[in-house]
């Protein structure tokens, strides 16, 4: 078992965009990666150790809360917010909250070395990301529409199940017809991503005015992080 290893793929088809939805959106896609044979723990030195890294060197990059106000990725996904029945002002969009925790003198949270490794990937790049417990979701079924009046959704985080408005943007499960995302914000608690999950799906979220060098760069880190601290070894067996 010792040449078993972490295993991903890029630029996946497997997520469809609604005709409609893509009419009012243009440049609304996502990057997909896929993960195999990982090893996903509560936590561990290393990752907390690089985790201290990237927060000093994000917070040389971005040196006050007032430069977060001109970073065009973060202006484009408060543009969508709005669009899509978000508040960017409550809710902030998933990087920008992350910059603004760092700039605000707090550590990335700790939650599994696959979320924290996607979390810094996320802070450095700037991009809302993504993840779905493969075992969870039929990969190769699901579709970005426009919600329905009504609809239910039950988000990690979330005390119970909230009723949606119509004019966000969800991800379904078209196997099941579940919800295991309303985009960009939040993802399901039904596919959520635990120590006990192997194989992974993760999205690079883009929204229109975020270019493809943007999900590239995002997809690149993502990649590198969660095979550096989420790697099989034969310890796991």
Same mark, same amino acid.
């Given at each position: 078992m010792k040449d078993r290893k972490v295993f991903s793929t890029g630029k996946l088809e497997g997520l469809q965009i609604d005709e409609n939805l893509k009419r009012a959106f243009p440049g609304l896609r996502v990057e997909e990666l896929e993960f195999h044979h990982l090893a996903i723990r509560k936590t561990e030195r290393r990752p907390e150790e690089f985790k201290r890294q990237k927060q000093k060197e994000i917070r040389e990059k971005v040196r006050s809360l007032d430069e977060i106000k001109s970073v065009s990725i973060f202006r484009a996904y408060r543009d969508f917010y709005? !669009?899509?029945? $978000?508040? @960017?002002? !409550?809710? /902030? @969009?998933?990087?920008?909250? #992350?910059?603004?925790? $760092? #700039?605000?003198?707090?550590? *990335? @949270?700790?939650i599994n070395t696959l979320v924290d490794s996607y979390n810094i990937a996320s802070a450095e790049s700037f991009l809302a990301i993504a993840?779905?417990? *493969?075992? +969870?979701? +039929? !990969?190769? #079924? #699901? *579709? &970005? /529409?426009?919600? $329905?009046?009504g609809e239910s959704f039950h988000?990690?985080? &979330? %005390? +119970?199940?909230? !009723?949606l408005t119509g004019v966000e943007i969800v991800i379904e499960d078209t196997a099941n017809r579940n919800?295991?995302? %309303? =985009? @960009? =914000? /939040?993802? +399901?608690d039904s596919s959520k %991503?635990?120590?006990r999950s192997a194989e992974v799906l993760m999205m690079m979220c883009g929204v229109p005015g975020i270019s493809d060098n943007d999900l590239d760069y995002a997809s690149t880190l993502t990649k590198r992080y969660v095979e550096k601290f989420c790697e099989f070894s034969s310890k796991d067996v």
């Open positions: 709005w !669009k899509v029945g $978000i508040d @960017p002002t !409550k809710t /902030r @969009p998933a990087g920008e909250a #992350l910059v603004r925790r $760092i #700039l605000g003198g707090r550590d *990335l @949270p700790t993840a779905f417990d *493969l075992s +969870s979701i +039929s !990969k190769d #079924l #699901l *579709l &970005m /529409r426009t919600a $329905i009046e988000g990690i985080g &979330m %005390v +119970s199940a909230i !009723k919800l295991i995302a %309303v =985009y @960009p =914000y /939040r993802d +399901s %991503v635990t120590e």
